[in-house]
Structure formats: C-alpha cells, structure tokens
C-alpha cells in the first residue's frame, strides 16, 4: 500500500474528539470532494477506507440510501458512493448548506466545526476526500486538489489559522493546495490524526539523513586518502630527484632511511611509515624528515637550473 493510502487508513478510523465532529468530517468531504453533481451526490476516491467513512456517516447522519460501487477485480481502485434520492439529496443540501453559493464564494461555514478537535475532523474530511502524499522516500509533497480556487484559498487560509503553512497553484486547470516542508507535512498529518504516518515519517527522514552522513563521511574520507596519495606521489618524484643526481650518500642517516622508506612503500600514510620504520621515529619526525628530503630535492633543482 502506498503511503498516501496508508494515511487515508489511519485517518478514516482517527477518533472524535465530540459529537460535532462527525458533520464536521462529513462536511469536509461533502465540500471538498466535490459531491453536489446536479441532482446527485456522488463521493469518488480510490481509497476503500475514504468511501466507507463517507458511506457511513451518511447513513448516520440522514439515514439516506446509498448505493457503492466498487472496482471491477484487476482494474485500479475507485468507488464510488452516490446518493440518488431527490429528497435525501435535499435534505444533505439543506442540511450542510451546500448550495451553489457557498460553493463559488469559498465560503467555509463554522457552525459545523465549532470546537478545535472538529475544525481537525474538518480537516481529515477535506484529506480524506481530495488530499493525497507524495511517496517520502521520494520526496516531501502533501497536497489537497480543492473543487475551485475560493475553496483553495479558504483552505489555504484555515490551514494558515492553525499555522499550517501551504502554498495554492494551479495545475492543468485544478487549484491545488500544497505544502513541501517535511516540518508542515509532520505538522498537517499530526494534527488531522495521523500520528503513526507521522511517526514513520519522522523514521524515514532520520534513516535518509544518516544515509546522506554516512555518504558525506565517505567522501571525506576518500577526498583525505586523495591527498595523502598526491602527496606521497610528490615526495616519491622529489627523492627520485635527489637520488639520481647527488645520489643518498650525501644525505645524513635519518633522511637516508626516510627517503628508502619512502621509495619502498610509495602508497603508505605517515603513520604506516612511522610503523614500518619500527617505530624508532614519530609521525611529526617522519613528517619532518619528509619535508627536509622535499627542500633539498627542491634546492637540488634550483641549483642545476641556475
Ligand atoms: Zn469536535
């Protein structure tokens, strides 16, 4: 299941915080899923849980009849839940006041959520009928594709209320309210009640945060071991340069044995010299000696070429 719809599971069987809160899911879905369709209302979603709900709380709430269809085997998911009788849809219209006005003005009726645990039931209807997740392994992307733009912006300015900070765009005709910030995501879905979603949200973005450390370490690491290498190879070349013109006889003992040591084991890092040496110099000796070998290559040169 993907996560979107693990979210819709979780928040068709949330708890109510009251007994307004009911209506208040209901008249969430009822508005933003866009149900009044001429003299029909009709609930359409891909989610079982979603149409369920909905299915539900109608009957509880009107007593209307239903009827639900649901999705031929092998294709993808989608129900449908309509109420076809003139006078239950009346009495839903009526009841929610769902007419053409409130509609085209935005206009969110309070009365129907009056409490904050039911403007949160408000908030799981309106997900529940046109809300949806992008996968997070992916990316961080809730959005809410609202019936219109005065019910986008109403819903952008709600979710505001409650400091749930979204954006509203268009795409291809549909306004969408959406926000992209792992914080408001966790925030959103904490507050309509999906706190477990919340919860394996919250693990996912520590296991890709680790991931993205464990990469940087790597990095550095091999960014260190670079270094090292090119610096070894340019002493290598430097003793290369004393050998074959003064050769190591001029040079006192302790360059002598660092440069041989050096030649012999062109790949290793300081302290692996310092062992190999059997520890009779430490690693700021054997740094020290290398430098000294590195300025008398470089004087070498100097005084060849003038
Ligand atoms: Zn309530």
Not at 173 to 191: F, N, P
Not at 219 to 245: L, M, S
Request: net charge negative.
């Amino acid at each position: 299941m993907s996560f979107s719809a693990d979210v819709k599971k979780e928040l068709a069987a949330a708890k109510n915080g009251c007994s307004f809160c009911l209506g208040a899911t209901l008249y969430g879905m009822l508005l933003y899923g866009k149900c009044v369709q001429g003299n029909k209302i009709l609930f359409s979603t891909e989610s079982d849980d979603a149409a369920e709900l909905f299915a539900t709380r109608v009957i509880e709430m009107t007593g209307a009849i239903l009827t639900i269809h649901e999705p031929e085997s092998g294709k993808r998911p989608f129900y449908m839940v309509t109420v076809e009788d003139s006078r239950d849809v009346s009495r839903l219209i009526d009841q929610f006041e769902l007419h053409d006005i409130a509609w085209d003005k935005g206009t969110l009726n309070r009365r129907f959520f009056p409490n904050p645990c039911c403007m949160e039931a408000f908030l799981r209807g309106v997900y529940l009928a046109c809300g949806s997740m992008s996968d997070p392994q992916k990316e961080y992307h809730l959005e809410f594709r609202a019936p219109n733009e005065a019910l986008a912006q109403a819903l952008c300015a709600l979710l505001l209320e409650n400091n749930l900070h979204f954006k509203v765009t268009s795409r291809a005709g549909q306004m969408i309210v959406y926000a992209k910030e792992s914080a408001q995501i966790e925030d959103t879905l904490t507050r309509i009640g999906a706190v477990h979603s919340t919860m394996s949200l919250m693990n996912l973005k520590i296991e890709k945060e680790m991931r993205n450390q464990v990469n940087r370490v790597t990095n550095c690491e091999t960014a260190n071991i670079e270094k090292t290498v090119n610096a070894a190879f340019a002493q290598v070349q430097k003793i290369k340069y004393i050998k074959d013109t003064v050769g190591f006889d001029s040079l006192p003992i302790p360059l002598q044995e660092a440069a041989l040591l050096r030649l012999a084991n062109p790949d290793a890092t300081l302290s692996e010299l310092c062992c190999l040496s059997g520890r009779t110099v430490s690693r700021s000796g054997m740094n020290h000696r290398l430098s000294r070998l590195s300025k008398i290559a470089d004087e070498l040169r100097e005084s060849f070429e003038e």
